[in-house]
């Protein structure tokens, strides 16, 4: 009697093996090749995915895109025109002024060749120096105030949470937030230009105090991080107000800001995005021309405010004071410091110091600063 698969095979001219259901042994033969291949191939997928996207990864820019990276001298037309600027009235020069800091002795020869400096740009403005009387002795504040400053007293303020986390060497930065207290004088202070003491004054800058702005400075830039959109300290155009000041105060107890990067990194979380920003010409920082010599070229012509930041040709390197008659040597070591790159701004500096004694020697001989 034919079995049921042989009808079934009659039906369809199968042999009977290819119609009764597989056994579980092969089945598990068969079909473990191909998941294999697929996983292999899933693998393969995956693998691949995270190479592109590390490529890709690798690809994507750390910050943003700056022209100054690649600079090419395109224009040559002046970035300032002080024809368009209304003329201050004589009041209003009244309160203007420009401001240094000394908190140290050994920053005495570089405010004096500052000051005059200053004086050779013919500014409009007073010069007026704040220090701490703890800190500086009558003989340096006499040579600082040689050339044209005229000093002003101030208390210190200390850093927040005793300075932890900061340069030592900033440690007395915050008391620059002084400078806001400055309306209170009896000839009171409305409009100021700060400058810092390593600075040196190569032209005219009167135009600054017609600007309307609560505070502005120019962006800070830095050999290994490049151009930034975060203000340098160094220069500052503000508007004293004791209210203000008070305000920074109680803002400085609660703000969150690296504090190795002291008094300017609160200032610039303090103004946050309302700061102005300025041509690099103001504040021509010795690390643009590290970070791009092309740049430097360019500004060069144009620099009102050099910025000694990198390196200083006034104190020792651990900021100590170097005695008024080795200045003009420190001078020459800078100059050949670092391969040489800073020689023209070191010795440039050198030259002014040597004309403010041409010019105010006897009475910064008088001041008995050895
Ligand atoms: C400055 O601007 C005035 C008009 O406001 C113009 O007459 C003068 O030519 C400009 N100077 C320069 C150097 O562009
Ligand atoms: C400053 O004024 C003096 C005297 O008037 C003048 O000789 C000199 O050229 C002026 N300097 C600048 C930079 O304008």
Redesign the pocket.
């Known amino acids: 009697m034919p079995s049921a698969v042989d009808a079934s095979m009659a039906l369809s001219g199968y042999p009977p093996q290819y119609l009764t259901p597989t056994p579980p042994d092969s089945l598990g033969a068969s079909t473990s090749r191909r998941p294999k291949m697929f996983r292999t191939c899933l693998a393969g997928v995956f693998v691949f995915s995270i190479a592109l996207n590390l490529f890709y990864f690798a690809r994507i820019p750390r910050s943003f895109y700056s022209p100054l990276d690649d600079y090419q001298h395109l224009k040559h037309y002046p970035f300032v025109n002080t024809s368009g600027i209304p003329p201050l009235s004589e009041a209003d020069w009244r309160g203007a002024a420009v401001v240094t800091t000394l908190f140290s002795d050994s920053y005495a020869p570089a405010v004096a060749t500052l000051g005059h400096s200053l004086r050779?740009?013919?500014t409009s403005a007073r010069l007026i120096v704040l220090y701490l009387p703890a800190q500086v002795s009558p003989e340096a504040l006499c040579l600082a105030t040689a050339t044209g400053f005229v000093p002003h007293a101030i208390a210190r303020i200390p850093p927040p949470a005793d300075g932890r986390g900061m340069n030592r060497h900033f440690r007395d930065q915050y008391s620059k937030l002084q400078l806001w207290t400055l309306d209170a004088l009896p000839e009171p202070v409305t409009r100021a230009v700060y400058l810092d003491s390593d600075t040196l004054a190569l032209?005219?800058f009167d135009e600054l105090f017609a600007l309307p702005y609560a505070l502005a400075a120019v962006p800070d830039v830095s050999a290994a991080h490049g151009f930034t959109l975060a203000f340098n300290a160094g220069v500052l155009l503000l508007r004293p107000d004791s209210n203000l000041h008070d305000h920074m105060k109680d803002a400085l107890a609660l703000a969150r800001f690296p504090p190795e990067f002291a008094e300017q990194a609160f200032l610039n979380q303090f103004f946050g995005a309302d700061a102005a920003r300025l041509p690099l010409a103001y504040n021509a920082n010795l690390a643009v021309k590290q970070r791009a010599p092309a740049v430097w070229a360019a500004l060069w012509p144009e620099t009102r405010v050099l910025h000694y930041t990198v390196d200083k040709p006034f104190v020792a390197h651990d900021w100590r004071r170097v005695p008024l008659a080795r200045v003009e040597e420190r001078v020459r070591k800078a100059a050949r410091a670092r391969g040489g790159v800073f020689r023209e701004e070191m010795l440039l500096w050198g030259r002014v110091w040597r004309d403010a004694q041409r010019v105010y020697g006897m009475r910064m001989q008088d001041c008995g600063m050895e």
């Open positions: 050779l740009t013919n032209q005219n």
